[in-house]
Structure formats: structure tokens, C-alpha cells
């Protein structure tokens, strides 16, 4: 069971990072692109935020 939890964390934030990535290089935001590539976090809490409509 929690390498079931693992495996679905581990996606989230593999997508949520290519997530951000993606709408980054469609607007064009290539400063908070380059802070999300730096620091993975940030473009992975963006991702997220984006899938549920927050940002």
C-alpha cells in the first residue's frame, strides 16, 4: 500500500512540474519559468495550483 502512496506522489509532482513548464512556454513567462525549473518546488505547487484552477 505505500509504495502505491509513493507512486502517486512521484506523478503528481513529475506532472505537476510539466505541467508548469508547458504553461509557462505558452504565456511566455520565461522569468517564472527559470524559477520554476531552479527550484523544483515552485513549479511543482504551480502545477498543481493550475490543475485546480487557483493560478
Same mark, same amino acid.
Request: glycine content about 14%.
Given at each position: 500500500?505505500?509504495?502505491?502512496?509513493?507512486?502517486?506522489?512521484?506523478? @503528481?509532482?513529475?506532472?505537476? @512540474?510539466?505541467?508548469?513548464?508547458?504553461?509557462?512556454?505558452?504565456?511566455?513567462? @520565461?522569468?517564472?519559468?527559470?524559477?520554476?525549473?531552479?527550484?523544483?518546488?515552485?513549479?511543482?505547487?504551480?502545477?498543481?495550483?493550475? @490543475?485546480?484552477?487557483?493560478?
Amino acid at each position: 500500500m505505500s509504495d502505491a502512496f509513493a507512486i502517486i506522489g512521484f506523478g @503528481w509532482v513529475i506532472l505537476a @512540474w510539466f505541467t508548469h513548464v508547458v504553461v509557462c512556454l505558452k504565456t511566455a513567462s @520565461w522569468g517564472f519559468l527559470l524559477a520554476g525549473a531552479i527550484f523544483f518546488p515552485v513549479g511543482c505547487v504551480h502545477g498543481t495550483g493550475i @490543475w485546480f484552477g487557483v493560478f
